[in-house]
């Protein structure tokens, strides 16, 4: 068959600017499939190993999938607050093992910042099992302390040590900041590949210290300003928090305790079960994920008939090309083999150029989505799961090359050696 | 009618008797071509061909005189091997060809045979040297008569050479810009690659001028005579006639051009 594949290859590069368009089409629509399989896995980790080993996340009554997005991803705010009164008394139930409270609202330089106690570094997990662990520093000691996320210190370029100014809001530029009170880094995490990563992390108190002197958003005039060393002094239990995360003793008790919430008449809570309510996500998720599948699906079909049909309008003026093999003895199989081969390597080609297409794609879109989204794309290999969709494309290119290549060679046993332009 | 060195009349028998019909192996292998009670039609369609008999000898330069739609091309195709016979047998050096599978045809029409067509003889997206080397690419038996590849090479550009294409220059133009004599000539050399026994030509000068005409076929019989090829030449230019050992017509070969209702 190896002097068939020759012809096919240089037949191809004659044809070279046909060929190329129809590599392009394949490989978009190759890139376009990978993508969505990349992103869906990514996104479908991402959900599973953003949080492990919380009970319950309890927060102001909102939706289900609010509650989780801003307390879990860092993405949206909170319509309300968890009073302070609440939280103690949930977190000082029996069967209550350990509570995270956690407060949002500020951010520095684009990152959110979590108002949040030691305990956050002590019960949080990741991933299943895996803790949060220090690259370099301590958790909280100081009022002003403040823990970095590794991308945090890694983009800013911040270390140990270093001054950081709160802005008031969660806008990536904001006019309104807590300059009055800076805080200092005094820990930087090890990556986790999860929204911690994005966060600074700041004592509970230290987000009522620098509201003190605020009023519904705005500071109080110069003369009514508290200083950061005066705010010391202060009581700092904060009024309310945005939402607290519960580990509870015993798991079987704590489908009893999110119906306690849920019904607790003193204040409108929702406690949810992440597990729970990331299967509830992603399964919404999920219908426009196969939907996006599908479509990737019908776009590869496209790309594949668009090589079809390259091939087949060539057939015509390659009959007399294909008398001339016969008469220097070549078989009707060779003819058959020619263009199966020629379909086959178009579709080849089509498949690596999609699979570069979509690396350069992933390299591209990263930073986006994990700053938009907080999905970690993997510039990982491809998994088998990517292999068999493209051997499946290859093979049906194969199959639609079959149709050509069959045309070819009855053509050729009926035409012989006759001219036939 | 042919007037071809009867076998019968070398064995002795009165012509026409069953025993001239039965030529003894020495003197059949000395024929190329031997075509004997050839019937041929299209499904469907009236008799296209019957040919009680046509010889051509080994080396022998035959000119068949054919007119378009007489069957001209079908008799090639049934002599090539593409075609098979309704009837009759078509023995080509001494192997009856038309008795093989379709691939062992193929497979001795690559080894032992060289055709010209009229015009679009090339490839268009293969070089002028690649066209020539086609033959050895299909049929490793014929390129093993030249060598390893290097000496195919060098046989290709000297068949070029020989049909007057020497310049080098010809060599890096793409097939398609050359002209009609030209590409001929390429054709012709491709067709002579691997010195196969016999060489079809289906109206090759037909194309071209009528100067170009007579040197395109003086440089081929040329290297036919060197290499001791048989050569049937199919044309409707009798001019050129007379330039080959044998004239014939196919008309009067082809019982069926005679009978009513024949193409």
Redesign the interface.
């Known amino acids: 068959m190896t002097p068939t594949l020759g012809l096919a290859l240089r037949s191809i590069w004659n044809r070279r600017t046909t060929a190329l368009l129809t590599i392009s089409a394949i490989a978009i629509s190759v890139a376009l499939l990978l993508g969505v399989q990349k992103l869906r896995t990514a996104a479908k980790d991402g959900f599973a190993n953003t949080v492990s080993g919380v009970d319950l996340i309890v927060g102001a009554r909102s939706g289900q999938l609010n509650l989780l997005l801003y307390s879990v991803f860092r993405v949206g705010d909170a319509t309300a607050n968890v009073s302070w009164a609440s939280y103690q008394r949930i977190a000082h139930h029996p069967d209550v093992a350990w509570t995270i409270p956690i407060s949002l609202g500020d951010s520095y330089r684009g990152f959110r910042v979590m108002g949040t106690t030691n305990d956050y570094f002590t019960h949080y997990r990741f991933a299943g099992t895996r803790e949060l662990r220090f690259a370099s520093g301590k958790p909280f000691a100081d009022l002003y302390d403040a823990v970095l996320g590794a991308d945090v210190a890694q983009q800013l370029g911040l270390t140990l040590g270093a001054p950081i100014v709160v802005a008031h809001g969660v806008g990536n530029v904001s006019f309104a900041n807590h300059a009055d009170k800076p805080f200092r880094v005094a820990g930087i995490l090890a990556r986790t590949g999860t929204p911690v990563d994005r966060t600074v992390h700041v004592g509970l108190e230290a987000i009522t210290a620098i509201h003190v002197d605020w009023q519904s958003g705005t500071p109080a005039p110069r003369g009514a300003r508290v200083g950061a060393d005066e705010a010391r002094k202060l009581d700092l239990t904060p009024d309310s928090i945005t939402a607290f995360m519960i580990g509870m003793r015993s798991k079987v008790l704590t489908f009893t305790m999110q119906r306690a919430i849920n019904e607790y008449r003193q204040e409108p809570l929702l406690a949810i079960i992440p597990g729970v309510a990331l299967t509830q996500l992603w399964n919404l998720v999920g219908i426009a994920d196969t939907a996006l599948m599908i479509v990737a699906g019908f776009v590869v079909l496209a790309g594949l008939l668009g090589m079809l049909t390259a091939i087949l309008t060539s057939l015509n003026e390659r009959r007399r090309e294909m008398a001339i093999l016969r008469s220097v003895g070549a078989q009707p199989r060779h003819v058959f083999t020619l263009l199966i081969a020629e379909a086959g390597t178009l579709a080849a080609c089509g498949v690596l150029a999609g699979v570069a297409l979509t690396y350069a794609a992933v390299a591209a879109a990263r930073p986006f989505l994990e700053s938009r989204f907080g999905i970690f794309l993997e510039i990982g290999g491809l998994t088998r799961y990517d292999f068999g969709l493209l051997g499946a494309i290859v093979g049906a290119a194969f199959l639609m090359g079959a149709l050509p290549a069959w045309r070819a060679y009855r053509n050729t046993l009926s035409d012989g050696l006759t001219i036939r332009v | 009618m042919s007037s071809a060195a009867h076998p019968a009349a070398a064995s002795g028998a009165p012509p026409d008797s069953p025993a001239s019909r039965v030529a003894t192996p020495a003197t059949r292998t000395a024929l190329a071509i031997d075509v004997r009670d050839l019937r041929f039609a299209w499904p469907g369609k009236p008799p296209l061909l019957s040919i009680e008999r046509f010889a051509v000898a080994r080396g022998e330069r035959v000119f068949l005189r054919g007119p378009s739609g007489s069957g001209k ?1 079908t008799l ?2 049934l002599i ?1 091997g ?2 098979q016979p309704s009837g009759g047998s078509v023995h080509l050096l001494g192997t009856e060809v038309s008795q093989l599978s ?2 062992a045809r ?2 001795f ?3 032992h045979l060289g ?1 010209v ?10 070089g002028v040297l ?1 066209n020539v080397m ?2 050895a ?3 490793p038996a ?1 390129a093993q008569r030249i060598g390893d590849p290097a000496a195919l090479r060098t046989e290709a550009v000297r068949l070029l050479a020989a049909l007057g294409l020497a310049s080098s220059s010809i060599l890096e133009r793409e097939v398609t810009q050359l002209s009609i004599g030209q590409q001929q000539r390429v054709a012709a050399a ?1 067709a002579l690659l691997g010195r196969p026994e016999i060489i079809v030509a ?1 109206e090759p000068t037909s194309s071209l001028d009528y100067d170009a005409r007579e040197s395109f076929l003086r440089l081929l019989m040329d290297e036919c005579r060197t290499q001791g090829t048989t050569l049937l030449f199919v044309s409707h230019d009798t001019s050129l006639g007379r330039l080959f050992d044998r004239v014939d017509s196919l008309a009067d070969l082809n019982a069926a051009a005679a009978m009513p209702g024949a193409a």
């Not at chain 2, 009229?118 to 997206?125: A, D, H, R």
């Open positions: 091309s090639l195709g090539g593409v075609l379709a691939s193929d497979r029409r690559g080894e055709f067509f009229q015009m679009f003889n090339l490839i268009p997206y293969l690649q086609l033959p690419l299909f049929s014929r491709r289906d």
